[in-house]
């Protein structure tokens, strides 16, 4: 078992930065992938970034792509999300989570190939 848990959510205005955390405990050499989904009211939750645990290889959902960074700590099994030039858009509830598979994580973009998750954190963007 793997558990996950969120920090740094919160209000940003348009423009802003934000950083999220997600700290990883128990069984984490089992991860062979950490990344982040959104789910914004009334919709499917979405890829946003993903990062490979042992070789740091990163992948970004187009419509973060340039504002957005993933990067992971394998000392302290942390894993953050730095987020600029925030839209409104971004307004969702965030989730870390942890793929098990590297087969699964061939399809990364698909929520029900993760292993684990946190149980989210809200990110709010003001106009």
């Known amino acids: 078992q793997v558990q996950l848990v969120e920090s740094g959510g919160g209000l940003v205005q348009t423009g802003g930065s934000l950083i999220l955390g997600c700290t990883a405990s128990?069984?984490?050499?089992?991860?062979?992938?950490m990344g982040w989904f959104r789910q914004a009211p009334g919709k499917a939750r979405e890829f946003v970034a993903s990062?490979?645990?042992?070789?740091?290889?990163?992948d970004y959902a187009d419509s973060v792509k340039g504002r957005f960074t993933i990067s992971r700590n394998g000392v302290r099994n942390t894993m953050d999300l730095q987020m600029n030039t925030m839209e409104v858009e971004d307004t969702a509830t965030y989730y870390c989570a942890a793929c098990t598979s590297r087969d699964r994580y061939f399809a990364r973009y698909d929520a029900s190939k993760w292993d684990y998750w946190g149980q989210g954190i809200q990110v709010i963007v003001s106009s």
């Open positions: 990062i490979t645990w042992r070789n740091g290889v990163k």
């Open positions: 128990g069984r984490t050499r089992s991860s062979y992938a």
